[in-house]
């Protein structure tokens, strides 16, 4: 990627970071906001309602991605991709200022309208995937998806950082709960400029474009596509493997080998190397090597194979030794993954097709804790056995992709 080339796309990958942001930077916060005696719920709210209140909180922002990412992917496509990514810069700027305002006015109801319009809008992110694939060439575009993944992870991981020191009193004295929300708000007004100087529209609708068809025509089009239904039926596997040992290990890790919250910091941080290799060296490679097919059955494979270590080898060092390993086998399934979805549509449709992968993003990591945290009371590996499952089929499905129907797209 050039030196302009890279000055246009870097709006987009800040626009990923700050919805990541926005899904990590939020939780450590809720426990002050509604468990804490200062918070935004009185002193004799029961505990049903303080745990209803801190679940809703966080899951309704991936239950708003749900709908808001193939709404506003599909909306690209018809009016390109700039438009409708400064318009969810905007929306993200007012969610989160409505949050910070909430945290002033002790209202539980307006944090959680903030919440659902800081999810719906956090579409963005598949609407900047369709904008980087848009002139990506085909032998590089795995790998610009993989800075995709990177700058997402970014997010995950910094999110919860910067929430801890800007809502910390004694650092500074008028740091507190409401600042990191007021931070995130100035990060999607000074990205909405930035988009507006710098991004040059990387999509222009031809007149068809706007002719075809409703919505839900289209993603029951999606579902016709025996190509699109497969690659679905593996993403979602994917995700939600992912998204369940992602949320768990720590918990794992604590009761099968007493790792304490040090050890378990270390071992998550170990996640970014991970993905700092696979996207600035080894994609790119892998992607020269194997065809996109094979690689994603080979990463998904190998991922599966490392979760069920972790779970049959009780050895305290064999979490170590996979955690990198299975890191790039998942940032390089999901980069392929993404690819090859886009690959089985042709240019008006990507704006849609990255909105419905996003859809079952937000969709996996919104019910995972919900099912995983039932699992979890079976037993600390129950929750990897599931993310283990959920790996396998994928890879099984995989195996079943070459006898797919060449009558849609080839990839």
């Excluded at 990205?191 to 999509?203: A, I, K, Y």
């Excluded at 593996?234 to 369940?244: E, I, K, M, P």
């Excluded at 972790?310 to 390993?325: D, F, G, H, K, M």
Aim: glycine residues 10%.
């Amino acid at each position: 990627m050039g030196k302009k080339n890279f000055q246009g796309m870097a709006p987009l990958f800040l626009a990923i970071f700050i919805d990541s942001i926005g899904i990590s930077l939020f939780v450590p916060l809720a426990t002050p906001l509604f468990m804490g005696d200062h918070g935004i719920v009185s002193a004799d709210t029961s505990s049903f309602l303080r745990n209803l209140f801190y679940g809703l909180s966080i899951g309704i922002y991936s239950l708003a991605g749900v709908i808001g990412a193939p709404l506003l992917g599909s909306l690209s496509d018809k009016i390109g991709r700039k438009k409708v990514l400064m318009m969810c810069l905007a929306s993200t700027c007012a969610g989160y200022l409505l949050c910070g305002f909430a945290v002033y006015w002790h209202s539980v109801g307006l944090i959680l309208l903030g919440r659902v319009i800081d999810g719906f809008t956090g579409g963005s992110m598949t609407i900047a995937q369709a904008a980087i694939v848009d002139n990506a060439p085909q032998e590089t575009k795995a790998v610009q998806i993989g800075y995709v993944l990177l700058a997402a992870s970014l997010g995950f991981i910094l999110g919860p950082l910067v929430a801890s020191i800007l809502s910390n009193p004694t650092l500074i004295s008028w740091f507190n709960v409401a600042t990191p929300l007021y931070f995130a708000a100035i990060m999607a007004a000074v990205n909405l400029g930035l988009l507006f100087c710098l991004f040059q529209e990387t999509f222009k609708p031809h007149a068809e474009a706007h002719s075809q068809g409703s919505y839900w025509q289209s993603i029951a089009w999606f579902f016709e596509n025996p190509t699109i239904r497969l690659l679905t039926v593996v993403f979602l596997c994917l995700q939600l493997g992912w998204a369940t040992y992602f949320e768990f290990i720590g918990l794992f890790l604590h009761k099968t080998y007493q790792f304490d919250e040090h050890l378990i910091g270390y071992f998550m941080s170990g996640i970014g190397v991970g993905y700092t290799i696979t996207f600035c060296y080894l994609l790119q490679k892998l992607v020269a090597r194997y065809p996109l097919k094979k690689l994603a059955f080979m990463a998904i494979g190998f991922l599966a194979i490392f979760v069920w270590g972790n779970l049959l080898i009780r050895y305290s060092l064999e979490p170590w030794i996979t955690l990198i390993p299975a890191t790039i086998c998942l940032a390089s399934g999901y980069s392929v993954l993404i690819t090859l979805f886009s690959n089985a549509v042709d240019a008006d449709h990507q704006g849609r097709i990255m909105g419905f992968s996003g859809a079952i993003t937000s969709f996996s990591f919104g019910c995972t804790a919900v099912i995983s945290g039932f699992i979890a009371n079976l037993s600390a590996s129950a929750p990897l056995i599931w993310a283990a499952l959920c790996l396998s089929v994928g890879a099984g499905f995989l195996l079943k992709y070459h006898k797919v129907s060449e009558s849609t797209r080839s990839i």
